[in-house]
């Protein structure tokens, strides 16, 4: 299993950013899939889990009506569209199955 996590960047509160997820290694359209994140200090937190068809989405309150996450089985990727950043929103993020985790992308907001 191989997942490999982009689109991190350094941006200012109230921006927007896109990460992707590519996958390899396993089935990845019968999968659900999962987004993960961790602060500097703190737990890992989970910010959003989608079926494996990607009709299903579920979201942590904390990123509710701001992030959305979707996948594309034709391309084994799966994505985060992050809107409205918050600085509590500076995390390393990762993509995940449910054994598997990626080495994640960094997203700061200033």
């Known amino acids: 299993v191989q997942l490999v996590e982009s689109g991190g960047d350094s941006v200012q509160a109230g921006g927007s950013l896109r990460l992707s997820c590519a996958a390899s290694g396993f089935i990845f359209r019968i999968s659900a899939m999962t987004w993960f994140r961790q602060a500097p200090g703190k737990e890992l937190e989970w910010v959003s889990t989608?079926?494996?068809?990607?009709?299903?989405?579920t979201y942590a309150d904390s990123v509710k009506g701001r992030f959305t996450i979707s996948r594309d089985n034709t391309k084994d990727t799966l994505y985060l569209q992050l809107n409205s950043l918050k600085t509590e929103d500076t995390a390393m993020y990762y993509c995940?199955?449910?054994?598997?985790r990626g080495q994640g992308t960094q997203v700061t907001v200033s």
């Open positions: 989608i079926s494996s068809a990607g009709d299903l989405t």
């Open positions: 995940s199955t449910a054994n598997s």
